[in-house]
C-alpha cells in the first residue's frame, strides 16, 4: 500500500555537521510537508511545497535549515551547520491538494535526528 | 496568533469503556479540524475530520464533535481497545497550513 518514505530512519551527528534528510511522497500527491517534534514544542511546520514549489518556510530557521523537491518523487530537508538544538524527530508528510479531503496528511515514519 | 490547545495531557481509561479526547482552538475562522494518532515510534496517523459546516461526524468506533460556539473539538472512542493507546492530536487548519495542538496521551487499563 501507498506510504510516505524517510530516510534515514535514525541520525546521529556531531555538533557543526550537514545532516539531509530525504522524503519519497506517495506517488501522485501534490503537497509535502516538513514538520519537526519535540517534547517541548510539539509538532511544527516547517516547510511545505505544492506541486514542488515552496509555499511556506516561515517555520524554518533560514540560516541554517533549508527544503527542496528536485522532483516531484523526492524532498529534502538539509541542515547546515546542525547544532544539539536540532535535535528531535524530523516528520515529511504528503497529501492531495483539490481532492475531496484536500487538507489530509499522510506521514512518514519520520528520521530522528540527535546532535551531539 | 493561531493556537491549538488540549484541556488533559493524559487519559486513562478502562478497556471497553469510551474515551473522550477535547481540543480547544483559537481561530474562529478555521475551517477544517482532523484528528490524529500517534503510536510509538511512528508518524501521526489520520483518524477522522470534519469541516466548520458539521457539528457532529461518524467513523468506525469514532464520533468527532465540534462546537463552533465555544471553540471545543472533541474525539470520542466507544469501547476502547489497547491498540487505542497513543497519543492524540488535534490539529486546525488555518492559514493554508495545519497547526497542531500538543497532544494528549490515552493509555488503556486492562
Known amino acids: 500500500d501507498a506510504r510516505v518514505t524517510q530516510t534515514p530512519r535514525h541520525k546521529v551527528t556531531e555538533m557543526g555537521q550537514e545532516v539531509t534528510m530525504r522524503c519519497q511522497p506517495i506517488l501522485g500527491h501534490n503537497t509535502v510537508f516538513w514538520y519537526r517534534q519535540t517534547m517541548m514544542q510539539g509538532l511544527e511546520l516547517l516547510a511545505y511545497?505544492?506541486?514542488?514549489?515552496?509555499?511556506?518556510d516561515s517555520g524554518m530557521p533560514k540560516d541554517r535549515f533549508s527544503a527542496e523537491m528536485p522532483d516531484a518523487t523526492l524532498a529534502t530537508l538539509k541542515i547546515q551547520p546542525s547544532e544539539p538544538r536540532d535535535s528531535a524527530v524530523y516528520f515529511c508528510?504528503?497529501?492531495?491538494?483539490?481532492?475531496?479531503?484536500?487538507?489530509?496528511?499522510?506521514f512518514g515514519p519520520g528520521t530522528r535526528l540527535t546532535v551531539t | 496568533g493561531e493556537s491549538v490547545g488540549l484541556h488533559l495531557p493524559t487519559l486513562s481509561v478502562q478497556e471497553g469503556d469510551n474515551s473522550i479526547i477535547n481540543c480547544a482552538y483559537s481561530n474562529s475562522a478555521s475551517d477544517y479540524f482532523i484528528w490524529y494518532k500517534q503510536e510509538s515510534g511512528k508518524g501521526p496517523q489520520f483518524i477522522i475530520d470534519i469541516r466548520s459546516n458539521m457539528d457532529k461526524r461518524q467513523g468506525q468506533r469514532v464520533t468527532v464533535l465540534l462546537n463552533k460556539t465555544v471553540k471545543h473539538l472533541s474525539l470520542q472512542i466507544a469501547a476502547t481497545q489497547p491498540g487505542d493507546s497513543a497519543v492524540y492530536f488535534c490539529?486546525?487548519?488555518?492559514?493554508?497550513?495545519?497547526?497542531f495542538g500538543q497532544g494528549t496521551r490515552l493509555t488503556i487499563n486492562p
Open positions: 508528510a504528503s497529501g492531495l491538494a483539490g481532492a475531496l479531503s484536500s487538507y489530509e496528511q499522510y
Open positions: 490539529a486546525e487548519w488555518g492559514a493554508q497550513k495545519l497547526v
Open positions: 511545497f505544492r506541486n514542488r514549489a515552496p509555499l511556506d
